[in-house]
């Protein structure tokens, strides 16, 4: 699928599949490519998008774009708005370590559960715990006011420095005059 990056989609370009037919849903889609390059550290956050206002978001996912390194732990998704900072999925995170360029990584659970990795090493199934429901499980974020707000990508790693590529994509309804999200 060809999909316009940043603030382009959030304009409201129309994304299209590879026959130039448009892709029909709700909401704006927003995307952020993020190099990883901690270097034996704990914790590193990696800002991917700014929240002006209150948005609804509808899904949140990362696409591997070049092999992470070897050593790649606890990931997960937050929200920092400076001071203060709330899990999107659990702190304790996910190994992401050695995942291939292909897989994906997704929030599809409550805050209380780890993000979900994907890999590409073997054909995939994945879906909802509970029928009739979406796949991603959507969630509400607001900015602090006259603070900026972060949806953060954390990760600890005992590379020296490591490595990868992740396509990270936010589909989301803003909720209220000004409300969206931005790349950083």
Request: hydrophobic letters at 40%; one cysteine or more.
């Amino acid at each position: 699928m060809i999909v316009p990056s940043g603030d382009l989609v959030a304009q409201g370009a129309v994304l299209r599949d590879d026959n130039d037919t448009p892709v029909q849903g709700t909401g704006l889609t927003i995307s952020n490519s993020k190099t990883l390059t901690a270097s034996n550290a704990s914790g590193t956050a990696v800002p991917i998008f700014t929240v002006t206002g209150a948005v609804q978001i509808l899904a949140i996912w990362g696409n591997i774009t070049t092999t992470l390194g070897a050593n790649n732990t606890a990931a997960y998704w937050r929200l920092n708005d400076g001071s203060n900072q709330s899990n999107i999925t659990v702190n304790t995170g996910t190994t992401l370590s050695g995942a291939a360029a292909g897989s994906i990584i997704v929030k599809k659970d409550l805050a209380s559960a780890a993000l979900a990795l994907l890999s590409n090493s073997q054909e995939r199934v994945s879906e909802p715990t509970t029928l009739e429901t979406s796949y991603f499980s959507p969630f509400v974020v607001v900015a602090k006011t006259a603070a900026t707000t972060n949806i953060e990508f954390v990760y600890s790693t005992t590379d020296t420095p490591t490595s990868g590529v992740i396509n990270f994509y936010c589909q989301y309804i803003p909720l209220g005059q000004g409300a969206k999200l931005q790349t950083l």
